[in-house]
């Protein structure tokens, strides 16, 4: 989206109702969200930005001036990776772990074997990959440098796999972390990839449980990757497991899409600059809560925590903030809003690296004030965020079958991407393909993966980029 798009988009934004966003029409208290009629106010204000090895913290608030008492501003943050100066892959160790349980039989069974070989015939000498596949039972190739002898013997055990027994992700999880757990130090970049089709049903079936072994890992140095194959895969887990490994997810249809997930999926890990990156946001007296939109967080202390994914070189993560404020007026000096901290392993110098970024403004009770110098971008991108959570809610209700309240949602989401079409063209079209897709779905199965489709489509929206698809 270009500034000059950014631009356009302000005075349509929002003549929604209060039903939709929750807000009371008494008194302005969003800062962001535009008035029906209102002229646009045509600020942009300037980014702060902090930069310490190969990525860069962008940020700002939603306007110069906040409102004194109860109140709601927004913040937009992005993380960027420098693109590479040369083509330099990193050497990765890698565990691939597959589904082999009685699901996966016949046509995904044979992708993942396919997408399995491929993997094995892309890596080098330089890389380490074990390989573990498992049902009820797991079965592991031990870790090993991919030479010539060694690649025979790999492609030899991934053709000897055949479908049987029960789910036991967290069996398969726990033999891959073993294989690179003694490598871990010798490797800037470990990643466990699983491969399911279905639902836990042996070993830890809670997802908590596998959350708090995923975050283990994660802490150890290893990232995980989820990628469900199929309709049945337990969603929510698949996507929670990669947000706490600091991996990628999928969603895999067309399971002989496989070999081009693994390509792409081998391709971000090689060129991995960046690892354990977080996101640390401080909040100074006066501001009483944050949301960070379409992302889990955790609280330490006074400080929320916000995990993202490895970065390659190139790529870029974004969080809309929400902040709720209780503001008093201060003099006309600036004050701190949002202390954001980022912290991440550089892959490439071996060193733990933290920025820091204050955000400040200055706190009056002049309404008017306030909304004249309005930031016109973040406006935009919370609207994409508040857009983005009507899509949610709608792929849940979906899944539910509440077919009359997800079109609801659906048509909540439609109004507020509407309101900024020439800013939001591509958002408001997804809404429109999902909702003509789902009113055409016959059967269960088809509205399971128009509601699997809009779930990614809504981490996009919210500026996650740690999701594959088949489109």
């Known amino acids: 989206m270009n500034r000059t798009t950014l631009l356009l988009a302000t005075t349509g934004l929002l003549a929604l109702t209060a039903a939709v966003v929750g807000l009371p029409r008494a008194k302005d208290t969003s800062h962001t969200l535009a008035w029906p009629g209102e002229a646009p106010t045509g600020v942009v204000l300037p980014l702060a930005s902090a930069k310490d090895g190969p990525l860069t913290l962008q940020g700002k608030l ?31 160790s890698l565990a691939l772990v597959i589904d082999r349980s009685g ?21 080098s000498a330089e890389d380490r990959l074990a390989l573990v596949h498992y049902g009820s039972d797991v079965r592991v190739f031990p870790s ?40 871990v130090e010798h490797f800037r970049v470990s990643r466990i990839l699983l491969l399911s089709d279905g639902q836990p049903t042996e070993g830890l079936v809670e997802d908590a449980e596998l959350l708090r072994l995923v975050d283990t890992y994660q802490h150890q140095g290893m990232t995980v990757s989820g990628l469900g194959v199929g309709e049945d895969f337990n969603e ?132 008017a004030l306030v909304r004249a110098n309005l930031d016109q971008e973040v406006r935009v991108h919370a609207v994409k965020a508040l857009g983005a959570r009507e899509m949610q809610a709608a792929a849940e209700e979906m899944k539910r079958g509440n077919r009359q309240k997800a079109l609801g949602l659906l048509d909540n989401a439609r109004r507020l991407f509407g309101s900024s079409a020439s800013a939001l063209a591509g958002e408001l079209a997804d809404v429109d393909q999902t909702k003509a897709a789902y009113l055409n779905a016959q059967d269960e199965t088809s509205v399971k993966r128009e509601a699997l489709q809009l779930h990614r489509k809504s981490l996009k929206t919210f500026g996650q980029n740690n999701s594959y698809g088949t489109d």
């Open 236 to 367: 929510r887990l698949m996507r929670g497991m990669a947000e706490q490994g600091g991996g990628f997810y999928g969603y895999i249809q067309d399971s002989e899409k496989l070999a081009e997930i693994l390509r792409r999926e081998l391709d971000q890990a090689a060129g991995t600059v960046a690892r354990g990156v977080e996101l640390r946001l401080e909040l100074p007296e006066g501001v009483e809560d944050v949301e960070v939109m379409g992302v889990p967080t955790r609280l330490e202390g006074l400080t929320r925590v916000v995990r993202l994914y490895d970065l390659a070189g190139g790529q870029e993560v974004q969080v809309v903030v929400k902040l709720k404020l209780g503001l008093r007026e201060t003099s006309s000096a600036e004050r701190g809003v949002l202390g954001v901290q980022l912290r991440y392993q550089d892959v490439e110098a071996a060193r733990a690296v933290e920025t820091s970024l204050p955000l400040s403004a200055r706190v009056t009770n002049d309404e």
């Open 103 to 123: 699901s996966m039989q016949g046509q995904k069974l044979t992708d993942a074997k396919r997408a399995a070989r491929l993997l094995v015939q892309r890596l």
């Open 144 to 183: 090993e440098q991919v030479t010539e002898e060694a690649r025979q013997r790999m492609l030899a055990f991934v053709d000897a796999i055949q479908d049987e027994g029960a789910t036991n992700i967290s069996g398969g999880l726990q033999a891959a972390a073993q294989q690179l757990l003694a490598h």
């Open 62 to 92: 939603s306007g110069a001036y906040l409102m004194t008492g109860p109140s709601e501003a927004y913040a937009v943050l992005t993380v960027r990776a420098d693109k590479p100066r040369e083509e330099k892959r990193v050497p990765v």
